[in-house]
């Protein structure tokens, strides 16, 4: 059983390495967005880079992954026994955002994980969802940053579980782990907010500035 709880964490891993915006990219005659704008793979700079719709492509594969690795991979093969299904699906979920920022597919070098994040959410708590999206759409008008945007929703997902679910809850693990990996992957955003030097959606901003 612990085979069949590796070979699901594995696929997932695999199905997270299939980034959005390179695989659309094929399409686009082999842009590569990874060499433009930020130099990410996500769906930020795609939008950037590349225009709405290209970056909605990439969203839709990249949340739709999480959707698979945590909805679908923990029900392959036979039913959980191991970890049951909301651990189980935790796991192939933090798998598949792993595989997303370090795709094997792509020589390592992938996305930051917060759209994948996502898809995941919604197959582990819609209502964590609803929150993380309040969250991002609140702080983006108020402050016009993305990145930051992105790491207090994701910082409102453990936050909810400990409050709704206690501290023993797989969602509560899981959005633990996955804040602190998406505060790593945004690394070099917090050093340019520190800074000052951040990109910001301006044109977004309830209150611009001046």
């Given at each position: 059983m612990l085979a069949l709880l590796l070979l699901r964490i594995f696929i997932a891993y695999l199905l997270?390495?299939?980034?959005g915006s390179l695989v659309v990219g094929k399409?686009?005659?082999g842009v590569d967005i990874r060499t433009q704008g930020s130099g990410n793979a996500g769906s930020t700079n795609a939008l950037?880079?590349?225009g709405k719709v290209f970056a909605l492509w990439v969203m839709l594969i990249d949340v739709g992954k999480g959707l698979l690795a945590a909805g679908l991979v923990p029900r392959l093969l036979a039913a959980p026994q191991v970890l049951g299904l909301e651990w189980t699906a935790a796991a192939c979920g933090a798998a598949c955002i792993i595989g997303h920022v370090f795709p094997v597919f792509f020589r390592f070098h992938g996305?930051?994980?917060?759209?994948?994040?996502?898809g995941v959410l919604l197959m582990l708590s819609w209502q964590a969802l609803v929150v993380a999206l309040i969250?991002?759409?609140?702080?983006l008008v108020l402050s016009g940053y993305?990145?930051?945007?992105t790491l207090l929703a994701a910082w409102s997902v453990p936050v909810f579980a400990v409050i709704v679910h206690g501290d023993s809850s797989s969602l509560f693990w899981f959005g633990l782990v996955m804040a602190l990996f998406i505060v790593y992957t945004h690394r070099s955003?917090?050093?340019r907010l520190a800074t000052g030097k951040e990109n910001r959606f301006t044109r977004v901003m309830l209150l611009r500035p001046r």
């Amino acid at each position: 059983m612990l085979a069949l709880l590796l070979l699901r964490i594995f696929i997932a891993y695999l199905l997270g390495s299939l980034i959005g915006s390179l695989v659309v990219g094929k399409f686009y005659g082999g842009v590569d967005i990874r060499t433009q704008g930020s130099g990410n793979a996500g769906s930020t700079n795609a939008l950037r880079t590349q225009g709405k719709v290209f970056a909605l492509w990439v969203m839709l594969i990249d949340v739709g992954k999480g959707l698979l690795a945590a909805g679908l991979v923990p029900r392959l093969l036979a039913a959980p026994q191991v970890l049951g299904l909301e651990w189980t699906a935790a796991a192939c979920g933090a798998a598949c955002i792993i595989g997303h920022v370090f795709p094997v597919f792509f020589r390592f070098h992938g996305g930051k994980g917060f759209a994948t994040f996502l898809g995941v959410l919604l197959m582990l708590s819609w209502q964590a969802l609803v929150v993380a999206l309040i969250v991002w759409v609140l702080v983006l008008v108020l402050s016009g940053y993305v990145s930051l945007s992105t790491l207090l929703a994701a910082w409102s997902v453990p936050v909810f579980a400990v409050i709704v679910h206690g501290d023993s809850s797989s969602l509560f693990w899981f959005g633990l782990v996955m804040a602190l990996f998406i505060v790593y992957t945004h690394r070099s955003n917090i050093r340019r907010l520190a800074t000052g030097k951040e990109n910001r959606f301006t044109r977004v901003m309830l209150l611009r500035p001046r």
